[in-house]
């Protein structure tokens, strides 16, 4: 499903566009800084209850994970003078998660975190947004909802260890990722050549071991039209 929406989101962003690039300038490109700041979280008592132990080797690093400065390129195409359909692809280069060492008997169990570094990785997101243009004489206006798929090439393997007695353990390793989908409103601001928005997302499926604390998060980003 994931691989299916980014596949969508390529084609859409890249093919489409040439067909009808050539038609009133109806298509044109951004590009620029995009800034996520840390989530709010919307049930923090949910988030409060959660107990952690180091059974497993991933560490995801919290809210760092959420929040960050990528590069944005984003594509519009208007339907007409009013509206207007967008997709936006960010990618950034973060921490992914820190891998640790597991305990060898239960006694150590709730002792030091041994932190064996930190993985880093290219994390790519894709929004799709619907677009309402309010025209003024020097400046645009653009009201947006959408849909964000958020945190493609997160897979990893994750280690989980089990305690029979207090020194026999047996390993379970899994795959995961830390792929989040997400609501979004925006509101944009448009001068000539440069645009800044504003958005709002909303996201009902935590990716990290806080299954249940859903929160809204906040991005700022200025783009610069190139065509």
């Known amino acids: 499903m994931k691989l ?28 620029g800084p ?9 049930n923090i008592n ?3 209850g959660v107990v952690f132990t180091p059974i497993s ?8 994970y959420y929040s960050g400065l990528g590069l944005q390129a984003m594509e ?5 003078k009013y509206w207007q359909v967008r997709f936006h692809q960010t990618i950034r280069y973060d921490i992914l998660h820190y891998r640790l060492a597991l305990p060898y008997d239960s006694a150590t169990l709730f002792g030091p975190i041994i932190n064996l570094g930190a993985k880093k990785r290219f994390i790519i997101d894709t929004y799709f947004d619907i677009a309402y243009k309010i025209k ?15 945190g493609f090439n997160t897979k990893h393997t994750e280690t989980f260890r089990f305690f029979t007695t207090p020194t026999n353990y047996y390993d379970k390793v899994t795959e ?3 792929f989040f989908p997400a609501v979004t409103a925006s509101f944009a601001w448009e001068k000539k050549k440069f645009c800044s928005e504003l958005k709002f997302g909303y996201c009902w499926r935590n990716p990290t071991w806080w299954k249940d604390a859903k929160f809204i998060f906040l991005e700022l980003s200025i783009q610069y039209k190139i065509f």
């Open 176 to 178: 995961n990722d830390f």
């Open 34 to 42: 995009k800034l996520r700041v840390t989530n709010i979280y919307t």
């Open 46 to 48: 949910t988030l409060l």
């Open 57 to 64: 080797d991933i560490l995801a690093p919290g809210d760092s």
């Open 136 to 150: 003024r004489p020097k400046n645009n206006y653009y009201v947006t909802v959408g849909y964000a798929a958020c």
């Open 76 to 80: 519009k195409y208007s339907i007409n």
């Open 4 to 31: 299916k929406f980014l596949l969508l989101s390529t084609f859409f962003s890249f093919v489409i566009p040439k067909i009808i690039f050539a038609q009133e300038h109806k298509f044109t490109a951004y590009i």
